[in-house]
């Protein structure tokens, strides 16, 4: 079985930063690309940023130049630094992490990790 859990998350205030982490455990085979998720109360999920297996990174236009991601291959884990917080990053953060487990290919979730920026 795999497990994917998030940790970091918490209470900020506008303007100060946060680092995110996500560590990917069990049988897994290949750990190819992970992403970091976001959904506000009232609002769909959407996508915050990508590492590839080879340390290619992507990111939302709305933390571009503000986030970072990260990823330690040999722990299976993702990390997201967060500065320069904003109101509206307030939300759910969830890991996704893509990968083989021996038997299927498929995406595997964490349980979200709370938010929430002061103004």
């Known amino acids: 079985q795999v497990q994917v859990v998030e940790s970091g998350g918490g209470l900020v205030q506008a303007g100060g930063s946060l680092r995110l982490s996500c560590a990917a455990s069990g049988n897994i085979f290949t750990l190819n690309a992970m992403e970091w998720y976001r959904q506000a109360p009232g609002k769909q999920r959407e996508w915050v940023a990508t590492i590839t297996s080879g340390s290619s990174t992507n990111y939302a236009d709305s933390v571009k130049g503000r986030f970072t991601i990260s990823r330690d291959n040999a722990k299976n884990t993702v990390h997201l630094q967060m500065n320069n917080l904003k109101p509206e990053d307030t939300a759910v953060y969830y890991c996704?992490?893509?990968?083989?487990?021996?038997?299927?290919?498929?995406?595997?979730w964490g349980q979200g990790t709370q938010v929430t920026v002061s103004s």
């Open positions: 996704n992490a893509k990968l083989t487990d021996g038997l299927r290919y498929g995406d595997y």
